[in-house]
């Protein structure tokens, strides 16, 4: 049977470690805030904001909401966050995505302040991350995953690692950052030719493709490590991952379980850069 790689107790260790930070800079009159900026009220980001807010109270992390309407223009959308970039008492800012059709997603990441870009959107962030440069900030969700390797004492020198999905936020930093951790990566996607083989060939499987169960038995090597990023909802309005779940527990080494595993890393992660932006911006 796989050990399960569960989130709670990595997130727990992150909030520990950020309390002692938080109180360190309330000692100096620093509080660090983080901005979110929703457009509309879908209730999935309405969920995330809630969870958010949850775990940045419970590290000493003001919140402060953004709530913009659904039919805003880009010129306004762009004022608001202008605002929130010249706002000193605000460190961080995370904007709910995917936004509206009618802004321009391209145009508002180049116009995030990149010193508060605590989800890495803008460029300046993403080249920072492909150079390896550690004063930038790393999307969430990748990060989580190696948060959760990290502190489950996974090898990752010299592995095998391949990648499902080649996202901007998930996949693609996913493989740089365990790259940078000296693993041997491949990244597959919708065109990848004999994905089994290639999958079926990883001692660490990442799977972030949106895709409910779809990495089964034959696609995992036996004793593999696997981290699965899916959030999805299956025909009986169940939340699934991208793996299936018992036909993982049987043949990989290890696996993070979907509720429970990465989703529940995510918000302690942009706690964390949070900390990390409030720290940069007032040289603490
Ligand atoms: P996305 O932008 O839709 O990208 C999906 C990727 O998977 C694409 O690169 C696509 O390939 C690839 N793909 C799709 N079907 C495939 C198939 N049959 N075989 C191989 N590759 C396939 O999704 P995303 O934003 O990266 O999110 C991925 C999953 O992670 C989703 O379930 C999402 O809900 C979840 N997620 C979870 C969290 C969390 O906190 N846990 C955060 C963000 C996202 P092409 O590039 O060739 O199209």
Sequence with gaps: MAELL????VADAIVDALKNDTTV???????PCLALVRVGEKSDDVAYERAIVKRCDAVGITTTKVELPEEITQEDFLTQLGKVNEDQL???ILIFRPLPKQLDEKVIETNIAPEKDVDCLHPENTAKLLTGDESGFVPCTPM?????????QIPLEGK???VLGRSMVVGK??????LQENATVTVAHSRTR??????????VLVAAIGRSEFVREAHIKEGAVVADVGINVDENGNMTGDVHQEEAKRKAGSFTPVPGGVGSV???VLAKQVIKACKMQTKE
């Design 144 to 152: 989580a995953v190696m948060e959760i390797l990290k502190h489950y």
């Design 90 to 92: 605000i460190h961080g």
């Design 25 to 31: 800079l309330e000692s100096k009159d620093i509080k």
């Design 194 to 203: 004999d994905l089994e083989k290639i999958t079926s060939g990883a001692d």
């Design 160 to 162: 095998n690692a391949v």
């Design 266 to 268: 995510t918000t302690a």
């Design 173 to 178: 930093p996913a493989a740089l950052l365990l």
């Design 6 to 9: 569960k989130g709670k107790p």
